[in-house]
């Protein structure tokens, strides 16, 4: 975007509006001089024995403020400045889309559920003073639920922050079988931090007795890593300096932190970036097509908004592609359970309706559109994906 | 040309016939893949590895053009000052000269002289003390302009994710605003320390007029109307009229039937040459009195007319500084759910990492559209990443694709079997074959 050139217009304006400014005071300063000097005549004149003709000084004063013309000169400069302000408006609606409402569908959303998710997106990050604010504010049920477990989440992160790893150790025991069953093993993980920590910080038989009790459980999934840990022990107070010095490295608590965060969440069922920002990342990836479409159909609002099926594919960045969808190559239909993708024994793939087509409802072979192969409807197999 | 281009099942016959060598290009594009999912647009990242910057930078720059609210709505601030300011200066200055000119005409004695002169004086001290005031006011609202044009410049590929969540907080800030949230939305300004990048001084104005209306007083409400009155005209606002309305029939609700005609003939009767369908139809309520059962009429005495009142003064309020009138968080959010809503979000099976897969969020997308692919996208079971030409997919011998890198990952743990992880079936890996989509 020019953002220079607007900025160039910006300070031409700020400019202007210095100048008129100074150019009104001064204006202010001339007529109140010469009325100060009228006044002074007056003043001046005090003694009776030479009276002032008071209709020829203020006539004299009339004149002269006549001659400065002070509305005309204030006229002058506001002129320039105005000039200069619709110029940077009309730069402002040439570079940036001036109504990004445009492909808006008028449809109601209901503020309540949105109100919900922006408290809980609060809630989410830790910013329980706010979620609780605007839940008051808008006079909105509180989402007690959702907000205790975040409280619990952020209070065992604010933990492992300062290297408290107890309240981490006890939600990954209470949740044991859970999160074996996401084949997580957070659990050894924040056992393994722990020792580590001992081990820098404690005695040889302290982490011993710790790798005993809690390590030990371990040992049938997870052998390999457990013999590392042991083999660590020779080097007690000394880790920094031995070929297990990676185990220290502070990488290891982040990257902690955040398969906690992420283990936590999707126990709740819950995504681990926050869904809110996530719709609208992809709002604003997604609103210059929708926007431009928009104006190629503006002839035809109405069509628009009844439309079922956006007419022109949104393209969003890989990190919002949550499904995998099939389209066929031929037909440029989507997938779906009626027409699903088909394997042909070339390896090339389409969608059954297609094959079905190309085969004469699967009474012939036919050539696949890819490649020379002849193939048969029976050849073909289903995908899943 | 282009429209054998598509390729479909009848154009693709006879373009084997006449076009042969479109068969050769695709022959060779396809069978080392380079033809499948992504290469279509500039804006799908074709690489697994993190997106190539430009395009990165293409979205940014693309989504700096939605960005023309946040300098509008400073800037209307800005020459609403600047205008204000100088409809000061010239009033005054004008009252200055003709009071001159006026004492020049006219007989006065040497005192009285002496005395108008003074109280010019001191008229024009006062106005001086208010004019330097009024351009402090002007030089930080300035700098609230270049505060906003800096952050746009501000943005570039290293800073994204603060910046991008900075965006999400002010459309947020934004959100509250319109809602009128106004505590909410200073705290979270506050605590992000955004407050030059939101709009929380312009909506303290709006604030006081909502306030009243929602106390059914209309007063504020007309004085913003005198405030604005050449642009309200400008843009042919009836809004003047409805307050007018609203009063006249609080007058009539009151049977203050005398001083309601006189109302009307003061303020209703000018609109009368462009809006004189409902003027009649307020007028003849003078005939039915607030305790009608006739629906027409009735509906006017409901106090629902006052929250269509504050309603219209929010749309003419954002019209005034240049705003979208939806909040700008209902504009992303339903462009975003449009974007991302495909029929698998509303499966079962839905990740959780998909918005969609929130009740609330399904709720939103309901009367949204489906977006809409042109090509295949995708996502492995497993790894969740999108299958392409450098993580194409692979085929079990029981049709189920994951991808390359997944099974590749998975063999090697397990003595090269592998076993589907939704149904079970155990395979070896050399049993596995590539798929080709395009």
């Excluded at chain 1, 400069?77 to 105005?82: A, G, P, V």
């Amino acid at each position: 975007m020019e953002l220079d050139i607007i900025k160039d217009a910006f300070d031409r304006i700020s400019k202007k509006q210095k100048l008129s400014s100074s150019k009104s005071q001064e204006v202010i300063d001339l007529v109140g001089l010469e009325v100060e000097q009228a006044l002074g005549k007056f003043q001046s004149a005090h003694d009776p024995t030479s009276p002032v003709d008071q209709k020829s000084v203020l006539t004299d004063l009339k004149l002269k403020l006549n001659a400065i013309g002070p509305l005309h000169q204030l006229e002058g400069s506001q002129k320039e400045l105005n000039l200069n302000l619709s110029k940077y408006q009309k730069l402002l609606e040439k570079f940036l889309n001036p109504d990004i409402s445009k492909a808006y569908r008028n449809v109601d959303f209901d503020f309540h559920i949105v109100n919900q998710i922006v408290a809980v997106h609060f809630y989410r990050q830790g910013l329980f003073d706010l979620g609780d604010s605007l839940l008051n504010e808008a006079g909105e049920p509180e989402a007690t639920a959702l907000k205790s477990q975040f409280l619990d989440l952020h209070q065992i992160i604010e933990a492992v922050r300062v290297r408290n790893l107890e309240p981490a150790l006890k939600w990954a025991c209470t949740n044991r079988e859970k999160l074996k069953q996401n084949s997580s093993n957070v659990e050894l993980k924040l056992h393994r931090l722990q020792f580590v920590e001992i081990l820098q910080k404690g005695t040889r038989t302290d982490a011993l007795n710790y790798a005993r009790a809690y390590l030990t459980p371990f040992a049938s999934l997870h052998m390999e890593e457990i013999q590392k840990l042991m083999a660590c022990l020779l080097w007690a107070g000394r880790l920094d300096r031995s070929p297990y010095h990676e185990m220290t490295s502070p990488t290891h608590w982040d990257n902690l932190t955040e398969e906690l965060t992420q283990e936590f969440c999707s126990l709740l069922g819950q995504s681990y970036v926050s869904p809110l920002s996530v719709a609208i990342a992809a709002g604003v990836e997604g609103l210059p097509t929708l926007l431009k479409l928009s104006n190629v159909m503006s002839a035809k609002k109405q069509e628009w908004l009844a439309m079922k099926q956006l007419p022109v594919p949104v393209e969003l960045g890989k990190e919002f592609q949550f499904h995998s969808i099939f389209v066929c190559p031929v037909s440029r239909d989507q997938g779906s359970e009626e027409n699903p993708p088909m394997l042909m024994p070339c390896l090339h793939v389409l969608c059954k309706q297609s094959i079905m087509k190309l085969s004469k409802s699967s009474t012939r072979t036919f050539k696949c559109p890819y490649c020379p192969a002849e193939v048969s409807f029976a050849q073909c197999r289903q995908l899943y994906f | 040309m282009i429209k054998i281009l598509e390729p479909s099942p009848f154009t693709y016959f006879a373009r084997e016939k006449f076009f042969p060598f479109f068969l050769k290009l695709e022959m060779d594009s396809l069978p080392n893949g380079t033809a499948t999912t992504t290469t279509a647009t500039p804006a799908a990242p074709t690489a697994p590895a993190p997106a190539p910057p430009s395009s990165r930078l293409v979205h940014l720059a693309e989504s700096l053009k939605l960005e023309h609210q946040f300098l509008r709505v400073p800037f209307e601030h800005y020459k609403k000052t600047i205008r204000a300011n100088h409809r000061v200066v010239e009033k005054e200055v004008s009252a200055v000269i003709c009071g001159v000119s006026e004492a020049a005409d006219s007989d006065v004695s040497n005192d009285d002289a002496v005395h108008h002169l003074s109280s010019l004086v001191s008229r024009l001290q006062g106005l001086k003390r208010k004019l330097e005031e009024g351009s402090r006011t002007e030089n930080l609202q300035a700098q609230r302009c270049r505060a906003r044009l800096d952050h746009l410049e501000s943005a570039d590929a290293e800073n994204l994710s603060d910046w991008n969540n900075m965006r999400l907080k002010r459309i947020l800030v934004d959100y509250m605003l319109r809602m009128s949230y106004y505590d909410t939305a200073a705290k979270l300004a506050e605590s992000s320390n955004i407050q030059d990048l939101v709009d929380i001084d312009v909506f303290q104005e709006a604030k006081k007029v909502i306030d009243a209306l929602q106390n059914k007083e209309v007063a504020p409400a007309l004085v913003w109307c005198t405030d604005n009155k050449s642009r309200l005209k400008k843009s042919k606002s009836k809004f003047e009229f409805q307050l007018r309305l609203q009063e006249f029939i609080e007058l009539v609700r009151a049977e203050n039937n005398l001083r309601a005609i006189t109302y009307a003939r003061k303020y209703l009767a000018p609109w009368g040459a462009t809006h004189m369908k409902e003027l009649q139809r307020v007028m003849a309520t003078l005939a039915f009195r607030s305790n009608t059962e006739c629906t027409t009429y009735k509906v006017l005495f409901e106090s629902k007319q006052w929250d269509f009142l504050v309603d219209q003064f929010k749309q003419e309020f954002c019209k005034l500084y240049g705003m979208t009138l939806e909040p700008l968080l209902n504009i992303y959010l339903q462009a975003g759910l449009s974007a991302l809503k495909t029929p698998y979000c509303y499966e079962d099976d839905c990740t959780k990492e998909d918005p969609l897969s929130q009740e609330s969020f399904r709720k939103l997308a309901l009367p949204l559209p489906y977006s809409k692919q042109h090509h295949s996208k995708l996502v492995c079971y497993i790894t969740k990443e999108l299958m392409d030409t450098e993580n194409p997919p692979q085929v079990l011998p029981n049709g189920y694709v994951y991808s390359a890198k997944a099974l590749k990952e998975m063999a090697k743990k397990n003595n090269d079997k592998i076993t589907c992880p939704r149904t079970g079936l155990v395979c070896n890996y050399s049993e596995l074959v590539k798929a080709y989509i395009s």
